[in-house]
């Protein structure tokens, strides 16, 4: 436990004015994202903008990967999207505290090391997939009150505003980085609409963002197994889309500032301010892979930014409201394009010729999951149920079986690949067993019995050979694997040779 009471880490050397001008940029960009995502559940516009605030308060200060923000996420939305639908409210507040419990229990369970069980090609398609949608999303800003899109000098305006700020965030680096490029984008554009009363869309225009200190709200709801049979799938999904994003994200924040986070420690983090979202009338939420990539990219990677970020959006509500509604979305529209156009691994196009068929084929499916089912969490357990597919399918075939006789004429089977549930038939196909003679060994020195078909499949030989009257003995096995065979030892009765100078490497094959 005493890892874990360590939380306050911030020996790092940090650039507070970096940290703090980057901070802010992150928060103008949460505003409008936050409210979008709770209108999309249903909810009201304050529920998403106190999720970010606790969200990204929370993690910032107890997360396992410094530099990185979270706040309301629509993946989050389209999970309890239902629910507020038809029970209210007081439910969702309710299932984001248990979601919060599931992931501190994860986390405590040390389960985000399972993050490495994500192939590269699913990785990639996430991405890929997450950087379509931010650019997707952003569509709808070119679009008026009526849902109709832009025409005439409104479209020029706006089209030009928005690349105007693309322009800035993608040329003001090369002069100086003194400050935050996307900070001043913002600025410059909010500048000129102001000057010349330029009339375009504002963050207004979405809705409100005025309000108070969030208030402390334990759920009104009945507490009985009835709710709780009611709020414990949706809890559970949610537990898992945010772990799933969360950890996703932190592995590519870490690639970008080439450091290692902490995957458990922010599992926890996650879980403590998914509990505080829902007691403080949040809808919860997860790490924001937008939000984490314009800060890393505006130079932060301390936890300040973070915090800066969260309090800074908790001002703007309860104090800032009026101007920040003034900001056009047209800043913040080009802000995100330009964080989707980062967001794509386009190195990944250019492997296309070079990547094998199978992985190129989890790397197109994760993406079009992604951007067509906008749901992130089922896009990545996808990928990872075809890599696993496809792996199993390469290594059943690689079973293969080495034969000789030796001078006192005993047949030996020299196995090598590994023998389980996808290689277990090809294995019972390497065998003559009417063509043997009467003493035969099966040596798994470069094999390994892995699983209970695998058992299953030593068992069906054996029986094989004994009802012909021939004698069968098993050579190296590897101790995990005599541990298997002694678990299973009531289905199965074969001879193992002892061999003192064999030594088996556990992790090797």
């Given at each position: 436990?005493?890892?874990?009471?360590?939380?306050?880490?911030?020996?790092?050397?940090?650039?507070?004015?970096?940290?703090?001008?980057s901070?802010?940029?992150?928060a103008?960009?949460?505003?409008?994202?936050?409210?979008?995502?709770?209108?999309?559940?249903?909810?009201?516009?304050?529920?998403?903008?106190?999720?970010?605030?606790?969200?990204?308060?929370?993690?910032?200060i107890?997360?396992?990967?410094?530099?990185?923000?979270?706040?309301?996420?629509?993946?989050?939305?389209?999970?309890?999207?239902?629910?507020?639908?038809?029970?209210?409210?007081?439910?969702?507040?309710?299932t984001?505290?248990?979601?919060?419990?599931?992931?501190?229990?994860?986390?405590?369970?040390?389960?985000?090391?399972?993050i490495?069980?994500?192939?590269?090609?699913?990785?990639?398609?996430?991405?890929?997939g997450?950087?379509?949608?931010?650019?997707?999303?952003?569509?709808?800003?070119?679009?008026?009150?009526?849902?109709?899109?832009?025409?005439?000098?409104?479209?020029?305006?706006?089209?030009?505003?928005?690349?105007?700020?693309?322009?800035?965030i993608?040329?003001?680096?090369?002069?100086?980085?003194?400050v935050?490029?996307s900070?001043?984008?913002?600025?410059v554009?909010?500048?000129?609409?102001?000057f010349?009363?330029?009339?375009t869309?504002t963050?207004?225009?979405?809705?409100?963002?005025?309000?108070?200190?969030?208030?402390?709200?334990?759920?009104?709801?009945?507490?009985?197994?009835?709710?709780?049979?009611?709020?414990?799938?949706?809890?559970a999904?949610?537990?898992?889309?945010?772990?799933?994003?969360?950890?996703?994200?932190?592995?590519?924040?870490?690639?970008?500032?080439?450091?290692?986070?902490?995957?458990?420690?922010?599992?926890?983090?996650?879980?403590?301010?998914?509990?505080?979202?829902?007691?403080?009338?949040?809808?919860?939420?997860?790490?924001?892979?937008?939000?984490?990539?314009?800060?890393?990219?505006?130079?932060?990677?301390?936890?300040l930014?973070?915090?800066?970020?969260s309090?800074?959006?908790?001002?703007?509500?309860?104090?800032?409201?009026?101007?920040?509604e003034?900001?056009?979305?047209?800043?913040?529209?080009?802000?995100?394009i330009?964080?989707?156009?980062?967001?794509?691994?386009?190195?990944?196009?250019?492997?296309?010729?070079?990547?094998?068929?199978?992985?190129?084929?989890?790397?197109?499916?994760?993406?079009?999951?992604?951007v067509?089912?906008?749901?992130?969490?089922?896009?990545?357990?996808?990928?990872?149920?075809?890599?696993?597919?496809?792996?199993?399918?390469?290594?059943?075939?690689?079973?293969?079986?080495?034969?000789?006789?030796?001078?006192?004429?005993?047949?030996?089977?020299?196995?090598?690949?590994?023998?389980?549930?996808?290689?277990?038939?090809?294995?019972?196909?390497?065998?003559?067993?009417?063509?043997?003679p009467?003493?035969v060994?099966?040596?798994?020195?470069?094999?390994?019995?892995?699983?209970?078909?695998?058992?299953?499949?030593?068992?069906?030989?054996?029986?094989?050979?004994?009802?012909?009257?021939?004698?069968?003995?098993?050579?190296?096995?590897?101790?995990?694997?005599?541990?298997?065979?002694?678990?299973?030892?009531?289905?199965?009765?074969?001879?193992?040779?002892?061999?003192?100078?064999?030594?088996?490497?556990?992790?090797?094959?």
């Amino acid at each position: 436990m005493k890892k874990y009471l360590n939380l306050f880490d911030f020996s790092q050397k940090v650039d507070y004015k970096t940290e703090v001008l980057s901070g802010l940029t992150v928060a103008l960009a949460l505003v409008p994202e936050a409210v979008a995502f709770a209108l999309i559940a249903g909810l009201s516009p304050l529920v998403g903008l106190y999720a970010a605030f606790m969200m990204g308060l929370v993690t910032s200060i107890l997360g396992g990967r410094p530099g990185m923000i979270s706040g309301a996420t629509g993946a989050i939305a389209v999970v309890i999207v239902a629910l507020a639908k038809s029970h209210g409210v007081e439910y969702v507040f309710a299932t984001v505290i248990l979601a919060g419990l599931i992931q501190m229990a994860a986390g405590f369970l040390r389960l985000g090391k399972l993050i490495r069980l994500v192939p590269h090609p699913v990785i990639f398609g996430f991405v890929n997939g997450l950087a379509i949608i931010i650019f997707m999303s952003q569509l709808a800003q070119f679009k008026d009150d009526s849902g109709n899109w832009l025409t005439g000098t409104n479209l020029y305006i706006f089209l030009g505003l928005v690349l105007l700020t693309m322009f800035i965030i993608w040329g003001l680096p090369k002069l100086t980085k003194v400050v935050p490029a996307s900070l001043v984008s913002i600025l410059v554009v909010f500048g000129i609409v102001a000057f010349f009363q330029i009339d375009t869309k504002t963050v207004g225009n979405i809705a409100s963002i005025k309000g108070g200190f969030p208030p402390f709200h334990i759920p009104s709801i009945p507490f009985s197994i009835d709710t709780l049979v009611i709020i414990f799938p949706y809890a559970a999904i949610v537990a898992g889309v945010g772990l799933i994003e969360s950890l996703l994200t932190l592995n590519i924040v870490d690639e970008i500032t080439e450091t290692r986070g902490r995957g458990n420690k922010e599992a926890i983090a996650q879980g403590a301010a998914n509990i505080l979202s829902g007691l403080f009338s949040g809808m919860g939420g997860c790490a924001m892979i937008g939000q984490s990539l314009i800060n890393v990219s505006n130079g932060a990677r301390a936890r300040l930014s973070g915090i800066v970020a969260s309090i800074m959006l908790l001002v703007f509500v309860m104090f800032g409201s009026s101007l920040i509604e003034q900001v056009p979305m047209a800043a913040l529209t080009g802000l995100m394009i330009m964080v989707a156009i980062g967001t794509f691994e386009w190195a990944s196009l250019r492997t296309f010729r070079r990547m094998p068929k199978s992985d190129i084929f989890v790397m197109v499916t994760v993406t079009l999951v992604t951007v067509f089912l906008h749901n992130l969490a089922l896009a990545v357990i996808i990928g990872v149920i075809i890599a696993a597919l496809v792996f199993a399918w390469d290594n059943a075939k690689r079973i293969r079986a080495r034969k000789h006789t030796d001078e006192k004429g005993v047949k030996h089977y020299e196995i090598y690949g590994p023998l389980f549930f996808g290689s277990s038939t090809a294995f019972g196909e390497k065998f003559d067993v009417l063509g043997d003679p009467n003493e035969v060994v099966i040596d798994f020195a470069e094999s390994r019995i892995v699983d209970m078909s695998a058992i299953e499949a030593v068992n069906k030989i054996t029986e094989r050979y004994h009802k012909v009257g021939k004698k069968v003995h098993l050579q190296h096995l590897s101790p995990d694997c005599r541990n298997l065979l002694n678990n299973a030892a009531a289905i199965i009765d074969v001879n193992v040779m002892e061999d003192p100078n064999y030594k088996v490497m556990m992790d090797t094959i």
